[in-house]
């Protein structure tokens, strides 16, 4: 078996794809997206510096009961408007975003509409 059967799924193909042309820097950082079977992580990222600005994820312990109640879709929405208020406070208002190489859909999309209700723009 190949050393490389992990690269060969089509979510770490269409991740590589997607990061050779998504470059987050300190006028529009990059909102990454990581979801599990089970919870949802986001970050603002300066690619330039290396930085993670600010971060949410449906572990907090500020949201982690509120997430729970509300479902995975439900909780994807109350991280993405986590983030948003967050990187708002830290001087964000423009992102780039990193779906991770998943489809546009579902708890990706609910995150992202959450952030642009929010004010991030992307």
């Known amino acids: 078996m190949s050393k490389r059967k992990f690269d060969l799924r089509p979510r ?11 470059k987050g820097g300190p006028e529009r950082p990059r909102l990454a997206v990581f979801r599990s079977v089970k919870q949802i992580y986001t970050q603002v990222i300066d690619d330039e510096r290396g930085h993670t600005l600010v971060a949410a994820s449906s572990l907090e312990p500020g949201l982690r009961e509120e997430c729970a109640k509300a ?8 991280v993405g408007t986590a983030v948003a ?35 991030l723009d992307f």
């Not at 770490?12 to 998504?22: A, M, N, Q, T, Y």
């Not at 479902?71 to 109350?78: C, D, M, N, Q």
């Not at 990193?98 to 952030?115: E, I, P």
């Open 12 to 22: 770490w193909l269409r991740h590589r794809r997607l990061r050779k042309r998504v």
């Open 71 to 78: 479902g995975r879709v439900g909780a994807a929405t109350l």
């Open 85 to 119: 208020k967050r990187a708002r406070e830290a001087g964000v208002t423009r992102v780039v975003l990193d779906r991770g190489g998943y489809k546009y859909h579902g708890r990706v999309r609910a995150l992202a509409d959450a952030a642009r209700t929010e004010g």
